[in-house]
């Protein structure tokens, strides 16, 4: 499963400001959707909305042909895994925020999730010290690890579908590569929305929306929008 239907989306956070304008899409199971342009175009709204975060407002969005509106938001974020820009972590240890993503699983399979996603010598390094691990300033963790520790929880939740928000500027070059790795593999077969800022991530994408002012102006293959530039 994890069919992702948005049907004439509108949206707004002020009345008199719409933010979302018939934003109509689907997305396949298992298949991968980016979401590109400028800042304040809306597409983190996109991503919140169908997380529940927000109210669905005007339109129709459905995983595999269920309504959201029709379900309440704990089982809507069961079968949805998000990994954020900017991860905020419990202020307990690593291995009980990756173990947050299914709180039955064994201690193997923590430690599994946490090798898959590169973050396991922090379990081992710091088991619980809490200073070192929450989301403060001055924080030992950096903003990779962290979302490294959001990976590796999805990882073990195993959602159908993954909503992504790519970091940005914050991550050097070589940690990148290493999140993008691992991103790959939670991702792999499950329907997965990015809002994504590198070419190299969207390469990988089946469909590209590009939005501007709340309005899908394209739609394609990455192909066909190079193209088109
Ligand atoms: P993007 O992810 O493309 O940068 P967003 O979806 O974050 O765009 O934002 C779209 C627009 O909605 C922007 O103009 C932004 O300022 C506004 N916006 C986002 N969140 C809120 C909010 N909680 N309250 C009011 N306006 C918001
Ligand atoms: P639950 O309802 O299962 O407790 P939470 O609301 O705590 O779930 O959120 C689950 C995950 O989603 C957390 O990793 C959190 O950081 C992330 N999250 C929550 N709200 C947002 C949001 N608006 N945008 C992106 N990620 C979010």
């Given at each position: ?17 719409r933010?979302?304008?018939d ?10 959707l ?40 704990n ?43 590169d ?30 520790v ?26 990148e ?15 997965t ?29 990455h ?7």
């Open positions: 499963g994890g069919r992702v239907e948005f049907k004439n989306v509108y949206f707004h956070y002020a009345p008199e400001k933010i979302l304008k934003v109509s899409f689907t997305v396949e199971a298992g298949e991968t980016a979401l590109v342009g400028p800042s304040g175009a809306g597409k983190s709204t996109i991503i919140r909305l169908l997380f529940r975060f927000y109210d669905i407002q005007d339109g129709l969005i459905c995983i595999d042909g269920q309504d959201l509106k029709q379900l309440n938001q089982s809507v974020r069961q079968n949805i895994g998000v990994v954020p820009q900017d991860t905020v972590l419990f202020n307990d240890d690593i291995r009980y925020n990756v173990r947050y993503g299914n709180m039955s699983a064994s201690d193997d399979e923590v430690e599994q999730a946490a090798r898959y996603a973050i396991h010598d922090r379990i081992i390094t710091f088991p619980s010290q809490y200073d070192t691990v929450v989301g403060e300033r001055g924080l030992k963790l950096s903003g990779g690890e962290k979302q490294r959001c990976i590796a929880r999805t990882i073990l939740k195993a959602p159908a579908v993954i909503l992504l928000d790519e970091a940005t500027s914050a991550l050097d070059t070589e940690t590569r290493n999140i993008q790795s691992s991103l790959m593999k939670v991702c792999q077969g499950r329907t929305i990015i809002v994504a800022h590198r070419l190299s991530t969207i390469i990988h994408a089946n469909v590209i929306l590009v939005l501007k002012e709340g309005e899908i102006v394209e739609r394609g293959t192909e066909h929008l190079l193209v088109q530039d």
